[in-house]
């Protein structure tokens, strides 16, 4: 079967969330028989390599126009009246582009990986010309109406404005994407049951878990040092939830625990970071990364993780990645959404600053049960996580594609 995957970014390296999904997702299919073929935009010349790696590896033909500056794409979805997560990822050229592919390729199924790419389904000018007309797939991910929702109530004006903007226009757009799509795939039950709750029930929505790859995540050969906390935070760090999440920690808890611990470190690893996350650099055992090749080490290195996220929705890779690192995780509720864990068995929830402190004074003063917690959360993995049994689900919508 030919599949067309249309995604917001290159999905290779697949070293962040969104990236890592659609990577996998792209990966599995090429596996299972399928003929892929992609297109993206993109906005940087230094991701150019990336296609070259993935036309080699596991695609047909990939079709990719460069954006132009941010700011000018963010005026132009104010100035349209169309949400401006769906104006960022949208090019006239790569709309040419896709519009060919689906002339010369003779299209199976469309596979939308995030809800802004469904607008180059719905601005194409032959879909509805094509002697056969392809399955619509949408990836959602994550709720993004809600998440936006989220930001509005965290902020004030002016971004309270653009955020609630953004709220209305979305759940609008995911509304007509469901309406007009095949099938939709959200990552948890728990975000299908949100969709649902928001857009009314009459829409075929499907659980496809996030995965991980164990081969670049696995414990340390050596015991990891338990002399004072030394905790990890990863994940890309201009994006609002991780923000969020770890300022709250730095403000709320982070205090305490130089205060009882003063030898402890806290590590924030990820690209990207903005100004003020770049400002805790140095402060208080507090070390600020940026961008690193391999993000193995850090997992090694450090002995408990915290994902102390507020606004997250969906299941976050990087705890599944602590778990596989036989690395004990405090989260937040909202931070082990959708994993399959339970509290005190294979993950400590902590929902408040105290929460944190008797969570890591529990870690740090009792070695029984932090190495439980430890190998119940890499049993989990080893489990229910691996790749090819997540997509099962997506193996069998594809299939059902082929049947009509």
């Known amino acids: ?20 999904r659609t990577f996998h997702h792209l990966k599995y299919l090429n596996e299972q028989g399928h003929k892929i073929f992609l297109a993206t935009p993109y906005e940087d010349d230094s991701e150019l390599p990336f296609f070259t790696t993935l ?17 000018l794409r963010l005026l132009s979805g104010l100035f349209s ?5 769906v104006a960022n990822f949208y090019h006239q050229d790569l709309q040419k582009k896709i519009d060919k592919q689906l002339v010369d390729n003779n299209i199976d199924v469309i596979y939308c990986s995030a809800s802004s790419v469904a607008e180059y389904v719905f601005n194409s000018k032959v879909i509805s010309k094509l002697a056969k007309k392809p399955q619509l797939l949408m990836d ?34 995911e509304k007509k994407i469901a309406s007009s799509f095949d099938h939709c795939l959200l990552i948890t039950q728990a975000e299908v049951d949100l969709f649902q709750q928001i857009h009314g029930p009459a829409f075929d929505i499907h659980a496809v878990e996030n995965g991980l790859d164990t081969t670049s995540f696995f414990p340390p050969s050596a015991p ?11 994940g890309v760090m201009d994006y609002a939830p991780n923000i969020d999440a770890v300022m709250w920690f730095v403000d709320h808890v982070w205090p305490s625990v130089i205060k009882k611990w003063p030898q402890a470190t806290f590590c924030i690893a990820g690209m990207d970071p903005v100004d003020k996350i770049k ?10 990364t940026g961008f690193v090749d391999d993000i193995k080490p850090y997992f090694d290195n450090a002995n408990i993780f915290v994902a102390p ?7 976050q890779n990087k705890v599944l990645q602590a778990f596989a690192s036989g690395l004990p995780v405090i989260a937040t509720s909202m931070g082990a959404e959708g ?55 997506l193996k069998s919508l594809v299939a059902e594609e082929l049947k009509t």
């Open 1 to 20: 079967m030919n599949i067309l995957i249309i995604s917001q970014r290159c999905p290779f390296p697949p070293n962040k969330g969104e990236k890592i």
């Open 55 to 71: 036309a080699e590896r596991y695609c047909q033909q990939i079709s990719y126009s460069k954006l132009g500056p941010k700011f």
């Open 81 to 85: 009246g169309k949400a401006l997560s």
């Open 140 to 173: 959602f991910m994550d709720v993004d109406s809600d998440k936006w929702a989220q930001y509005a109530k965290q902020t004030s004006w002016p971004l309270k404005y653009i955020y609630q903007r953004e709220t209305k226009l979305i759940a609008r757009f």
């Open 224 to 234: 990891r040092d338990m002399q004072s906390p030394r905790l990890l935070f990863a």
């Open 279 to 288: 400002k805790l650099n140095g402060q208080n055992g507090i070390e600020i």
């Open 309 to 315: 996220f507020r606004l997250a929705r969906g299941v």
């Open 339 to 393: 994993v399959k864990c339970s509290d005190q068995q294979d993950i400590l929830l902590a929902n408040s600053a105290s929460d944190y402190i008797n969570c890591l004074t529990m870690l740090m003063d009792d070695h029984s049960k932090y190495t439980n917690i430890s190998e119940n959360a890499l049993a989990i993995i080893q489990a229910h996580y691996a790749w090819n049994s997540v997509l099962a689900p």
